[in-house]
């Protein structure tokens, strides 16, 4: 089983190179970040013409989250993060889908910081760390994925020194990230990648993928229940190459089906 994760920067402008990718790579599960548009607009009949079923949860312009099974309708669970009601970003969607739990985040970039953007980034996460730690407790298979917005370490990025001031390094938004790993969660990249050097995002100024000024924010989280069936897990590097590519690449893990 292949669940995969790619933060899009927009479906109607990326829809080519993100069914091309579905093509040529066949993932069981598929979660997209950033399809920046309205819950109507969201082309599934796309998805369908090549077998993919879709739920998705969306926001003009802005954020909005979906997964996609191969030959299968996602068994939606949660639809928007638990624990704000004032909270209406559209960032957060889970879904069961061939017995693992998918759970689905474009989670807060929270620059500029210090402010208001990057409290509401820590506060974000303390609420998905609750959301997750239930599932633990529940000890239900879970694989949680998407782009965290967080550098995890200094081997996660390729000059610690041009992102010392980012909101995605701060100590605050490590510790928070390492707090979840702490709860019982593997991260599968860095589990199969421990010297680290493996980049998911590249911006699209200063040539930074010519140069590969990369950086590392798109994780993948396995409750125990999935870490014993991890198999592989990987990068798919060279769709940030394509022609009107995402600032992104699509990350992916392999589990042992049960």
Known sequence: MRIASFNINGIKARLPRLLEWLEERRPSVACLQEIKCM???????????????????????????????DGVKPEERQRGLPGDESDEQ??????????????????????????PRFDYKLAWMERLRARCLAHLQAEIAAVVLGDFNVIPEDKDVWAVKAMEDDALMQPESRDAYRR?????????????????????????????????????IDHMLLSPQCADRLRAAGVDK????????????????????R
């Not at 990648?193 to 590969?212: C, E, F, H, L, S």
């Not at 009107?244 to 089906?257: I, L, R």
């Open 238 to 257: 060279e769709y940030r190459g394509r022609e009107k590519a995402s600032d992104h690449t699509p990350v992916w893990v392999e589990m042992a089906d």
């Open 90 to 115: 559209a960032r957060y969607l889970e879904a069961e889908v061939n017995g693992v739990r998918i759970c689905n985040l474009y989670l807060p970039n929270g620059n500029p910081q210090p402010g």
């Open 180 to 216: 979840m790993l702490n709860d019982g969660w593997t991260d599968a990249l860095d589990v199969l990648n421990p010297r680290g050097g493996v980049w998911t995002y590249w911006d699209y100024q200063a040539g930074a993928w010519q140069r590969d000024h990369g950086f590392r």
């Open 39 to 69: 819950d109507e607009n969201f082309p599934a009949e796309e998805f369908e013409k090549i077998g993919y079923h879709a739920i998705w949860h969306g926001q003009k312009s802005f954020n909005g989250v979906a997964i996609l099974a």
